[in-house]
T-cell receptor
Protein backbone atom coordinates (compact mmCIF):
# COMPACT_ATOMS: atom_id res chain seq x y z
CA UNK A 1 0.00 0.00 0.00
CA UNK A 2 1.14 3.52 -0.70
CA UNK A 3 1.18 5.91 2.19
CA UNK A 4 2.45 9.32 3.26
CA UNK A 5 3.16 10.03 6.93
CA UNK A 6 3.59 13.47 8.43
CA UNK A 7 4.28 13.05 12.13
CA UNK A 8 4.23 16.72 13.16
CA UNK A 9 0.65 17.99 13.58
CA UNK A 10 1.93 21.46 14.49
CA UNK A 11 5.20 23.37 14.40
CA UNK A 12 6.38 26.79 15.55
CA UNK A 13 9.30 28.71 14.11
CA UNK A 14 10.71 32.15 14.78
CA UNK A 15 10.61 34.61 11.89
CA UNK A 16 13.80 34.53 9.77
CA UNK A 17 14.82 31.08 11.03
CA UNK A 18 14.79 27.86 9.01
CA UNK A 19 12.33 25.05 9.65
CA UNK A 20 12.09 21.43 8.51
CA UNK A 21 8.77 19.69 8.00
CA UNK A 22 9.00 15.91 8.04
CA UNK A 23 7.53 13.52 5.51
CA UNK A 24 8.06 9.80 5.07
CA UNK A 25 6.53 7.70 2.36
CA UNK A 26 5.89 4.08 1.57
CA UNK A 27 5.64 2.63 -1.92
CA UNK A 28 6.84 -0.42 -3.77
CA UNK A 29 7.07 1.51 -7.05
CA UNK A 30 10.51 2.39 -8.37
CA UNK A 31 9.20 5.45 -10.16
CA UNK A 32 7.25 8.03 -8.19
CA UNK A 33 6.97 11.74 -7.58
CA UNK A 34 6.89 13.64 -4.31
CA UNK A 35 5.17 17.00 -3.90
CA UNK A 36 4.68 19.62 -1.25
CA UNK A 37 1.64 21.87 -1.13
CA UNK A 38 0.84 24.86 1.07
CA UNK A 39 -2.67 25.56 2.29
CA UNK A 40 -3.12 29.02 3.87
CA UNK A 41 -6.11 29.81 6.06
CA UNK A 42 -7.97 30.99 2.94
CA UNK A 43 -8.10 27.34 1.89
CA UNK A 44 -6.48 27.14 -1.53
CA UNK A 45 -3.80 24.54 -2.31
CA UNK A 46 -0.55 26.01 -3.60
CA UNK A 47 2.09 23.83 -5.25
CA UNK A 48 5.55 24.42 -3.77
CA UNK A 49 8.06 21.87 -4.95
CA UNK A 50 8.48 18.52 -6.73
CA UNK A 51 11.05 15.71 -6.49
CA UNK A 52 11.17 12.77 -8.84
CA UNK A 53 12.39 9.43 -7.54
CA UNK A 54 15.19 9.32 -10.12
CA UNK A 55 16.33 12.89 -9.55
CA UNK A 56 19.84 12.84 -8.12
CA UNK A 57 19.81 16.40 -6.90
CA UNK A 58 17.54 17.68 -4.17
CA UNK A 59 14.86 20.00 -5.56
CA UNK A 60 14.98 23.69 -4.69
CA UNK A 61 12.53 26.51 -5.39
CA UNK A 62 13.51 29.82 -3.89
CA UNK A 63 13.32 29.49 -0.10
CA UNK A 64 11.99 25.95 -0.36
CA UNK A 65 14.16 22.89 -0.66
CA UNK A 66 13.35 19.22 -0.46
CA UNK A 67 15.72 16.99 1.52
CA UNK A 68 15.27 13.72 -0.36
CA UNK A 69 16.71 10.61 1.30
CA UNK A 70 15.63 7.71 -0.86
CA UNK A 71 17.02 4.91 1.30
CA UNK A 72 15.17 6.26 4.31
CA UNK A 73 12.07 7.03 2.23
CA UNK A 74 11.91 10.57 3.48
CA UNK A 75 11.18 13.82 1.67
CA UNK A 76 11.42 16.63 4.19
CA UNK A 77 10.59 20.21 3.26
CA UNK A 78 13.04 22.87 4.40
CA UNK A 79 11.87 26.47 4.49
CA UNK A 80 14.71 28.93 4.93
CA UNK A 81 14.36 32.45 6.37
CA UNK A 82 10.76 31.95 7.50
CA UNK A 83 8.31 34.77 6.93
CA UNK A 84 4.99 35.52 8.63
CA UNK A 85 3.25 34.63 5.36
CA UNK A 86 4.59 31.09 5.63
CA UNK A 87 2.08 30.36 8.41
CA UNK A 88 -0.15 27.71 6.87
CA UNK A 89 -0.82 24.00 6.68
CA UNK A 90 1.68 22.03 4.60
CA UNK A 91 0.90 18.76 2.87
CA UNK A 92 3.32 16.18 1.54
CA UNK A 93 1.95 14.11 -1.34
CA UNK A 94 3.06 11.27 -3.59
CA UNK A 95 2.15 10.10 -7.04
CA UNK A 96 3.10 6.55 -7.98
CA UNK A 97 4.68 6.13 -11.38
CA UNK A 98 2.68 3.01 -12.09
CA UNK A 99 -0.57 4.87 -11.66
CA UNK A 100 -2.33 6.41 -14.65
CA UNK A 101 -5.06 7.91 -12.52
CA UNK A 102 -3.20 11.07 -11.65
CA UNK A 103 -4.05 10.40 -8.02
CA UNK A 104 -2.08 12.19 -5.36
CA UNK A 105 -1.79 10.46 -1.99
CA UNK A 106 -1.64 13.03 0.77
CA UNK A 107 -0.35 13.03 4.31
CA UNK A 108 -2.43 14.50 7.10
CA UNK A 109 -0.58 17.80 7.04
CA UNK A 110 1.55 19.93 9.36
CA UNK A 111 0.38 23.31 10.61
CA UNK A 112 3.24 25.79 10.71
CA UNK A 113 3.05 28.99 12.73
CA UNK A 114 5.72 31.64 12.26
CA UNK A 115 6.27 33.85 15.31
CA UNK A 116 7.34 37.50 14.88
CA UNK B 1 -3.54 33.48 -16.26
CA UNK B 2 -3.34 29.70 -15.93
CA UNK B 3 -5.91 28.57 -13.41
CA UNK B 4 -8.50 26.09 -12.21
CA UNK B 5 -11.80 27.72 -11.33
CA UNK B 6 -14.40 26.19 -9.06
CA UNK B 7 -17.86 27.46 -8.29
CA UNK B 8 -19.37 28.07 -5.88
CA UNK B 9 -16.80 28.75 -3.17
CA UNK B 10 -19.33 28.21 -0.39
CA UNK B 11 -22.59 26.29 -0.42
CA UNK B 12 -25.10 25.36 2.26
CA UNK B 13 -27.81 22.97 1.14
CA UNK B 14 -30.37 20.56 2.53
CA UNK B 15 -30.30 16.79 2.49
CA UNK B 16 -31.50 15.35 -0.81
CA UNK B 17 -31.37 18.48 -2.92
CA UNK B 18 -29.30 17.82 -6.03
CA UNK B 19 -26.33 20.10 -6.59
CA UNK B 20 -23.46 20.57 -9.01
CA UNK B 21 -20.04 22.03 -8.31
CA UNK B 22 -18.40 23.27 -11.47
CA UNK B 23 -14.71 23.08 -12.35
CA UNK B 24 -12.99 24.60 -15.33
CA UNK B 25 -9.30 24.77 -16.32
CA UNK B 26 -7.67 26.88 -19.03
CA UNK B 27 -4.39 24.98 -19.34
CA UNK B 28 -5.52 22.32 -21.82
CA UNK B 29 -4.78 19.64 -19.24
CA UNK B 30 -5.95 16.11 -19.91
CA UNK B 31 -6.02 14.87 -16.31
CA UNK B 32 -8.58 16.19 -13.88
CA UNK B 33 -9.59 14.99 -10.42
CA UNK B 34 -11.92 15.76 -7.58
CA UNK B 35 -10.77 15.48 -3.96
CA UNK B 36 -12.45 15.98 -0.65
CA UNK B 37 -10.59 17.22 2.42
CA UNK B 38 -11.69 16.22 5.89
CA UNK B 39 -9.95 16.94 9.23
CA UNK B 40 -7.47 14.23 10.15
CA UNK B 41 -7.89 12.45 6.81
CA UNK B 42 -6.02 14.72 4.43
CA UNK B 43 -7.28 14.82 0.84
CA UNK B 44 -8.87 11.81 -0.81
CA UNK B 45 -9.60 11.34 -4.48
CA UNK B 46 -13.29 11.03 -5.40
CA UNK B 47 -13.17 10.69 -9.21
CA UNK B 48 -10.68 11.32 -11.95
CA UNK B 49 -10.72 11.79 -15.69
CA UNK B 50 -7.93 11.06 -18.16
CA UNK B 51 -9.60 12.78 -21.09
CA UNK B 52 -12.94 13.69 -22.61
CA UNK B 53 -15.55 11.00 -21.90
CA UNK B 54 -13.02 8.98 -19.84
CA UNK B 55 -13.75 8.98 -16.12
CA UNK B 56 -13.25 6.52 -13.30
CA UNK B 57 -13.73 6.12 -9.57
CA UNK B 58 -11.16 7.21 -7.03
CA UNK B 59 -11.02 6.13 -3.42
CA UNK B 60 -14.31 7.61 -2.16
CA UNK B 61 -16.77 7.76 -5.08
CA UNK B 62 -19.99 6.80 -3.27
CA UNK B 63 -22.67 9.47 -3.56
CA UNK B 64 -20.94 11.38 -6.36
CA UNK B 65 -21.09 11.55 -10.13
CA UNK B 66 -18.91 13.33 -12.66
CA UNK B 67 -18.92 14.02 -16.37
CA UNK B 68 -16.27 15.16 -18.88
CA UNK B 69 -17.96 16.30 -22.04
CA UNK B 70 -15.37 18.99 -22.77
CA UNK B 71 -11.67 18.97 -21.98
CA UNK B 72 -11.80 22.09 -19.84
CA UNK B 73 -14.80 21.21 -17.65
CA UNK B 74 -15.22 18.52 -15.00
CA UNK B 75 -18.33 19.07 -12.87
CA UNK B 76 -19.00 17.16 -9.65
CA UNK B 77 -22.62 16.15 -9.11
CA UNK B 78 -24.25 15.18 -5.85
CA UNK B 79 -27.60 13.66 -6.79
CA UNK B 80 -28.88 13.34 -3.21
CA UNK B 81 -26.49 15.02 -0.77
CA UNK B 82 -26.25 13.76 2.79
CA UNK B 83 -24.68 15.35 5.88
CA UNK B 84 -21.62 13.06 5.64
CA UNK B 85 -20.76 14.82 2.38
CA UNK B 86 -20.14 18.04 4.29
CA UNK B 87 -16.52 18.74 3.37
CA UNK B 88 -14.05 20.94 1.52
CA UNK B 89 -13.88 19.93 -2.13
CA UNK B 90 -11.05 20.54 -4.56
CA UNK B 91 -10.81 20.14 -8.28
CA UNK B 92 -7.33 19.60 -9.69
CA UNK B 93 -5.80 19.29 -13.13
CA UNK B 94 -2.45 18.19 -14.51
CA UNK B 95 -0.88 17.85 -17.91
CA UNK B 96 0.34 14.31 -17.29
CA UNK B 97 -0.43 11.84 -14.49
CA UNK B 98 3.09 12.35 -13.16
CA UNK B 99 3.29 16.14 -13.20
CA UNK B 100 2.19 18.57 -10.53
CA UNK B 101 -1.49 19.12 -10.00
CA UNK B 102 -2.98 22.62 -10.02
CA UNK B 103 -5.86 23.05 -7.64
CA UNK B 104 -8.97 25.18 -7.70
CA UNK B 105 -9.78 27.50 -4.82
CA UNK B 106 -11.93 24.89 -3.08
CA UNK B 107 -15.66 24.62 -2.40
CA UNK B 108 -16.82 24.44 1.19
CA UNK B 109 -20.03 22.42 1.20
CA UNK B 110 -22.35 22.05 4.18
CA UNK B 111 -25.29 19.65 3.98
CA UNK B 112 -27.89 20.08 6.73
Amino acid sequence: AQKITQTQPGMFVQEKEAVTLDCTYDTSDQSYGLFWYKQPSSGEMIFLIYQGSYDEQNATEGRYSLNFQKARKSANLVISASQLGDSAMYFCAMRAGSSNTGKLIFGQGTTLQVKP
Amino acid sequence: EAQVTQNPRYLITVTGKKLTVTCSQNMNHEYMSWYRQDPGLGLRQIYYSMNVEVTDKGDVPEGYKVSRKEKRNFPLILESPSPNQTSLYFCASSLQPSTEAFFGQGTRLTVV
